[in-house]
């Protein structure tokens, strides 16, 4: 099974000030297509998890362009341009670019 | 909108059965792959199962093989989970998931206890 590590495991952000999540991957997460199947989800404190970004890079429908993704291969950083109050919660990584679905420990993020 | 509603969740003992449904509406449902994710109280996403779109091929995690059944109806657009010889480490909020190689929508979830 593909082993997905975040750090950090909290972080604690200023208001307006940047954010940025880490995620490794035990083993490569290219698929046999070519694409590389990693996304990030976010999960509000009660609510379900939403997609924010997917295959690395792309932002998901609605997602405000203060997220972006990036890495290859087995890195992967999320990064948050300026932290809003809405942004509070747990941040997950998830590959599906092989079965068993893999998901990182998560990593939440509140306001100092 | 596309939407997801799970139902099914409540109390049981350990040993039971439990089957869970997931009603899709907004979406042309047979032209998904749907998904079960599980979070036990206070813990991280844990992914349980996949269907594709014909029901024709089927995925599980190892911690619920040979007692979780995934199925989907798409005359009914609703996906099931049954789960057979529950656990008290199965205690989570299953919510069902849209898609094969992302998951795009999300249920609110449903809550299911396993304790005497």
């Known amino acids: 099974d593909i082993v997905m590590t975040q750090t950090p495991l909290s972080s604690p952000v200023t208001l307006g000030q940047p954010a940025s999540i880490s995620c490794k991957s035990s083993?490569?997460?290219?698929?046999?297509?070519?694409?590389?199947?990693l996304s990030w989800l976010h999960q509000r404190p009660g609510q379900p998890p939403r997609l924010l970004i997917y295959k690395i890079s792309n932002r998901f429908s609605g997602v405000p362009d203060r997220f972006s993704g990036s890495g290859a291969g087995t890195d992967f950083t999320l990064k948050i341009s300026r932290v809003e109050a809405e942004d509070v919660g747990v941040f997950y990584c998830?590959?599906?670019?092989?079965?068993?679905?893999?998901f990182g420990q998560g990593t939440k993020v509140e306001i100092k | 909108e596309v939407q997801l509603v799970e139902s099914g969740g409540g109390l049981v003992q350990p040993g039971g059965s439990l089957r869970l449904s997931c009603a899709a509406s907004?979406?042309?449902?047979?032209?998904?792959?749907m998904n079960w994710v599980r979070q036990a109280p206070g813990k991280g996403l844990e992914w349980v199962s996949t269907i594709t779109t014909s029901g024709g091929n089927t995925n599980y995690a190892e911690s619920v093989k040979g007692r979780f059944t995934i199925s989907r109806d798409n005359s009914k657009n609703t996906l099931y989970l049954q789960m057979n010889t529950l656990r008290a480490e199965d205690t989570a909020v299953y919510y069902c998931a849209k898609g094969f190689l992302l998951f795009d929508c999300w249920g609110l979830g449903t809550l299911v206890t396993v304790s005497s």
């Open positions: 998830v590959q599906t670019t092989q079965f068993p679905r893999t």
């Open positions: 907004g979406l042309t449902f047979s032209s998904y792959a």
């Open positions: 083993q490569s997460l290219v698929h046999s297509d070519g694409n590389t199947y």
